[in-house]
């Protein structure tokens, strides 16, 4: 069955710190992947998003996140974390053959000064 | 601005009574989503909507209606067979059901059951 992985329920660093978030697929083809985040009571805004060609892609407030086929990974980065990066972040893919997205079950990121 | 606006953003019930959420776009984007999410589980779809008029079962439908008869608008309704209602509900709007579309998110209605 087609899933979202994200192993990490809970994420804290000190803010300058590098911060790597992890998101495996299980896809039988190259899954459309999307990396989105939440503020909390908020709704889910976009940083970025892969469908094919360079598997490095850059997104907004700094992000990026690399497509590892070999590993079904899709792991989100960020070279120096802000405080106002905590959020929530979900890690969300779907194939060419289906009408849905399927979200990861998310990943809380805690930022201290 | 064009966006996604959602109210109200709380909403009380008591059980046994339905509520209706409202979603409203000015993307002009055709399909339309809605969205439950609970604490540790992520977003879960409850109905979507590729066009105006029709629309289909996510993977929790079950105590919920919606209605598309118009473009911009995609309300849900929370039964009173929802068995456990209270949640945060996200509505969301793509330009269309392609797998590349990204889908553009509401600020989300939390409704709780007293």
């Known amino acids: 069955a087609q899933s979202v992985t994200q192993p990490d329920i809970h994420i804290t660093v000190s803010e300058g710190a590098s911060l790597e978030l992890r998101c495996n697929y299980s896809y039988g083809a190259t899954p459309y992947l999307f990396w989105y985040v939440q503020s909390p009571g908020q709704g889910l805004q976009l940083l970025l998003k892969y469908f094919s060609g360079d598997t490095l892609v850059q997104g907004i407030k700094g992000f990026e996140a690399e497509f590892k086929r070999s590993q079904s990974s899709f792991n989100l980065r960020k070279p120096s974390v802000h405080w106002s990066d905590a959020a929530e972040y979900f890690c969300?893919?779907?194939?060419?053959?289906?009408?849905?997205?399927?979200f990861g079950t998310g990943t809380r990121l805690q930022v201290f000064p | 601005d064009g966006g996604i606006t959602q109210s109200p953003k709380y909403l009380f019930r008591k059980e046994g009574q339905n509520v209706t959420l409202s979603c409203e776009q000015n993307l002009n984007h055709d399909a339309m989503y809605w969205y439950r999410q609970d604490p540790g589980q992520g977003l879960r779809l409850i109905y979507y909507?590729?066009?105006?008029?029709?629309?289909q079962k996510g993977d929790i439908a079950e105590g919920y209606s919606v209605s598309r008869e118009k473009k911009e608008s995609f309300p849900l309704t929370v039964t009173s067979a929802q068995k456990n209602p209270t949640a945060f509900y996200l509505c969301?709007?793509?330009?269309?059901?392609?797998?590349?579309?990204?889908?553009?998110f509401g600020p989300g209605t939390r409704l709780t059951v007293l």
């Open positions: 969301a709007s793509s330009i269309g059901i392609l797998e590349h579309n990204e889908q553009f």
């Open positions: 969300a893919g779907r194939s060419y053959n289906t009408d849905k997205l399927i």
């Open positions: 909507s590729q066009i105006v008029n029709d629309f």
